[in-house]
């Protein structure tokens, strides 16, 4: 079965970091495009950052310079690193992969893991 | 950067019903490469329409994508209940950001 299933979430107090994990059954994660998505608490889907086949990676003017996407082809693991958290990015994390063949649509999701910032 | 707008931002139907969401681009997508995504409260997206109009693994032919250049537009001929939900538009393709239209609420009349 084709699957993601994210961790890493928690409490995290504002100026600290946490690193999100997302777990991939069923299809290589070094295969396809991987992103991370967020949302805000009733809000809207904010795309956070990619990371393609071949190892670029690209983020949101919302995190650059503060987080870092990356995978590990052994685990078949994609992580997000956050650092220097602000109140504005708690949200869920949603990990999705973007297949080729749907024109690097995301067509499986996972469940989400929630990071929460607050002193 | 691509900025997408969804209209209206709640719509209200009854089953049965047809259903036009709207998404409009800042800018035209060269690639005319558009996707949908529905959501339902406490779960995750689902992939709906990918490049504008080809319908994902599973998803009902009521579902149907158009449109090219800024303006695009998912359609639902018949609502069935289980279709209110929130629709995303979302810019995808090779160059990033990917980035989301702000949401349309379907919510029953």
């Known amino acids: 079965e084709v699957q993601l299933v994210e961790s890493g979430g928690g409490l995290v107090q504002p100026g600290g970091s946490l690193r999100l994990s997302c777990a991939a059954s069923?299809?290589?994660?070094?295969?396809?495009?991987m992103s991370w998505v967020r949302q805000a608490p009733g809000k809207g889907l904010e795309w956070v950052s990619v990371?393609?086949?071949?190892?670029?990676?690209y983020y949101a003017d919302s995190v650059r310079d503060r987080s870092t996407i990356s995978r590990d082809k052994s685990k078949n693991t994609l992580f997000l690193q956050m650092n220097s958290l602000k109140i504005e990015d708690a949200a869920v994390y949603y990990c999705?992969?973007?297949?080729?063949?749907?024109?690097?649509?995301?067509?499986?999701w996972g469940q989400g893991t929630t990071v929460t910032v607050s002193s | 950067e691509v900025v997408l707008t969804q209209s209206p931002g709640t719509l209200s139907l009854s089953p049965g019903e047809r259903a036009t969401l709207s998404c409009r681009a800042s800018?035209?997508?060269?690639?005319?490469?558009l996707a949908w995504y529905q959501q339902k409260p406490g779960q995750a997206p689902r992939l709906l329409i990918y490049?504008?109009?080809s319908r994902a693994t599973g998803i009902p032919d009521r579902f149907s994508g158009s449109g090219s250049g800024t303006d695009f537009t998912l359609t639902i001929s018949r609502l069935e209940p289980e279709d209110f939900a929130v629709y995303f538009c979302?810019?995808?393709?090779?160059?990033?950001?990917?980035?989301f239209g702000q949401g349309t609420k379907l919510e029953i009349k």
């Open positions: 999705a992969r973007a297949p080729r063949y749907y024109y690097y649509a995301m067509d499986v």
């Open positions: 069923g299809f290589t994660v070094s295969s396809n495009y």
């Open positions: 990371i393609y086949t071949g190892g670029s990676t």
């Open positions: 800018q035209s997508l060269s690639n005319n490469c």
């Open positions: 490049g504008t109009s």
């Open positions: 979302q810019q995808c393709g090779l160059s990033p950001p990917y980035t």
